[in-house]
C-alpha cells in the first residue's frame, strides 16, 4: 500500500478535522431554520386559535361566527401559500363546521393528544402542523375547534437546504484539500531543502551546514539543531581521527624500537652482557607497549558507556593506601618523602575499579614527576558535605598554556624537556574522562619547577 506523502497526510488532516467541524455547522445551522421554522408556524397556529376563539359566539348551544365573511379570506380559501384550516367539533366530535379550504377533506381529532399541544400530522398526502383545543363558553364545555396549518411549503424549503448541504459539503472538502495541500506545499518547502542539504553532507564533506531561515521559528529550531549535531559530529570524526592517529604512532614507536634493536643483535655475534642489556631493553618497551594497549582499550571501554559502571561502597583510605604501596618501588628509588594523612575513614558510593584508576594515575604522575628527594603529599577531608582528596608534590610542573591541552590523548607537557620520563600521554585523559563518568569535580593546579595540585571532590555517601 503506497504511504502518502506527509504533504497530503497534512492536508487529509487538516480536511477530516474540517470536514467534523463543518458537519456539525451544517447540521445546527439545519436545526436552527428548522426550529425557527416551525416557531414562526406555532405562533401564527395560537394567533388563528386565539382569534377563532375571540370570532366565535353561541346560540342555543351552536357556534356561530361572529363574522361569516372570515371564511372567505384568501389563507381560508387557498392551499399554496400558508393555509389555515379551521374545523369546529361538537361534543361527540362530529364536524359542526369548518373552513371552505377544507373542501371534501377533514381535520382528525387525536384523543391521546393533549389540548393546546401543538404536533404534526397529515390531511390526506399533505403534512400539517395541527392544534386542538376544547370550547368552554360559560365554564361549559361545548364542543372542539382544530386548527391546522400546511407545512408543505416548510418541509420543501428545509429539504433543499438539507440537499444543498448534502451536495456541497464534498465540494467544499474537495476544495480545502487542495487548498490544505497547497499551504502545506509551502509550510513544507523549507524541510525539503533542510533534506536536500543534509543528503549531500556526507564523512568527507562535514563542513557544510544548513541555512537558518529567517524567522525564528521550529524550522529554525530545527535547522540550528541538525547544525549542532553536526558541529558535535564533525568534532567527533576529527578527535577520531586525531586518536587514531595518534595511537598508531605511539604503538609504532615501540615496535620500531623492539624491531631495531632486534636487528642489530642478529648482526654478528655479541657478548652476553651486552644481549641481557639488549634483550632488557626490548622487554621495558613490550611493557611500555601493553601500558598503552591496556589504556587505549580502557578508553574505548567506558567511552560514553555509563552502564559499565559497577557502583558499590569504596573505601577511599584503604583505595589510597593500596595505590601508594603498589608504586613504593618508585618511592623507595626516588627517595621520595611520602606522606597520607586522613581526618577519618572515608566512604563513597561509587565505582571501585574507576575510582582505583583514577587515584593510580594521579599519584603514579605524581610520584613519576617529582625530582628525586622530592615529596609527594596525599589527604582525605570532608568539607561542606564532600570529600576532598588533594594530591600535590613538588616535581617539574606543567607550563600554564599546556594546562587544557595535557588532558588530550597522547600529548605530555615538555616531554622533550625530559626524555628520560617515559609515558603514553593517556593518564590524565583517563582521569578526565573517568571523573566525567562518576560525576567527581576534577581540579589541577601546576607551575613549572615548582609542582602540581590535584584536587577531587567526591559526594559524601551518607548524603
Not at 576529527?238 to 586518536?243: S, V
Request: net charge neutral; proline share 2%; glycine share 4%.
Amino acid at each position: 500500500m503506497t504511504q502518502l506523502s506527509f504533504k497530503n497526510r497534512i492536508a487529509l488532516n487538516y480536511i477530516i478535522t474540517t470536514g467534523l467541524l463543518i458537519l456539525v455547522v451544517f447540521f445546527t445551522l439545519y436545526y436552527i431554520v428548522k426550529h425557527a421554522v416551525y416557531s414562526h408556524i406555532d405562533t401564527d397556529i395560537k394567533v388563528e386559535l386565539q382569534n377563532h376563539f375571540n370570532e366565535i359566539k353561541v346560540v342555543n348551544n351552536a357556534v356561530i361566527l361572529v363574522e361569516e365573511e372570515e371564511w372567505e379570506e384568501r389563507e381560508h380559501n387557498t392551499v399554496d401559500i400558508n393555509p389555515v384550516f379551521v374545523q369546529f367539533l361538537d361534543l361527540d366530535k362530529k364536524i359542526s363546521e369548518k373552513s371552505p379550504n377544507l373542501k371534501n377533506k377533514k381535520l382528525v381529532f387525536h384523543e391521546n393528544i393533549e389540548n393546546f399541544k401543538i404536533f404534526d400530522t397529515k390531511i390526506g398526502t399533505n403534512t400539517i402542523r395541527q392544534v386542538q383545543a376544547p370550547l368552554i363558553v360559560r365554564s361549559k364545555k361545548i364542543g372542539y375547534l382544530i386548527i391546522a396549518m400546511s407545512l408543505n411549503d416548510s418541509i420543501l424549503v428545509l429539504d433543499r437546504l438539507f440537499d444543498i448541504m448534502i451536495m456541497a459539503f464534498p465540494i467544499i472538502l474537495l476544495v480545502l484539500f487542495f487548498i490544505a495541500r497547497f499551504f502545506a506545499g509551502r509550510s513544507i518547502k523549507p524541510i525539503n531543502a533542510i533534506t536536500s542539504i543534509s543528503g549531500m553532507i556526507t564523512k568527507d564533506n562535514l563542513k557544510t551546514r544548513i541555512p537558518l531561515p529567517k524567522k525564528h521559528d521550529e524550522l529554525h529550531t530545527l535547522s540550528e539543531t541538525i547544525n549542532n549535531l553536526l558541529n558535535r559530529i564533525e568534532d567527533a570524526i576529527e578527535r577520531e581521527k586525531q586518536f587514531t592517529s595518534d595511537a598508531s604512532h605511539e604503538l609504532r614507536t615501540p615496535l620500531t624500537v623492539i624491531k631495531g634493536t632486534l636487528e642489530v643483535l642478529i648482526r654478528k655475534p655479541r657478548d652476553h652482557k651486552e644481549y641481557e642489556e639488549k634483550i632488557n631493553y626490548c622487554i621495558n618497551e613490550v611493557d611500555h607497549l601493553n601500558i598503552l594497549v591496556d589504556q587505549l582499550l580502557m578508553l574505548a571501554r567506558f567511552e560514553n558507556q555509563k552502564q559499565n559502571i559497577l557502583r558499590e561502597s569504596v573505601y577511599l583510605n584503604a583505595l589510597i593506601l593500596d595505590v601508594i604501596t603498589l608504586n613504593s618501588e618508585k618511592i623507595n628509588n626516588k627517595k621520595i618523602n611520602m606522606k597520607f594523612n586522613a581526618e577519618e575513614d572515608f566512604y563513597i558510593n561509587s565505582d571501585n575499579y574507576l575510582v582505583v584508576t583514577i587515584l593510580r594515575n594521579i599519584i603514579s604522575n605524581a610520584v613519576k614527576y617529582t625530582n628525586e628527594g622530592g615529596e609527594v603529599s596525599v589527604s582525605l577531608s570532608k568539607r561542606t558535605g564532600k570529600i576532598i582528596c588533594k594530591i600535590s608534590d613538588n616535581g617539574i610542573g606543567i607550563a600554564k598554556e599546556d594546562l587544557e591541552t595535557v588532558f588530550n590523548p597522547f600529548f605530555r607537557s615538555n616531554s622533550s624537556l625530559h626524555p628520560e620520563i617515559k609515558g603514553t600521554g593517556l593518564g590524565l585523559s583517563i582521569v578526565k574522562r573517568f571523573t566525567e563518568l562518576l560525576h567527581i569535580t576534577f581540579q589541577m593546579e601546576s607551575k613549572i619547577n615548582t609542582g602540581t595540585v590535584v584536587v577531587l571532590e567526591f559526594n559524601d555517601e551518607m548524603k
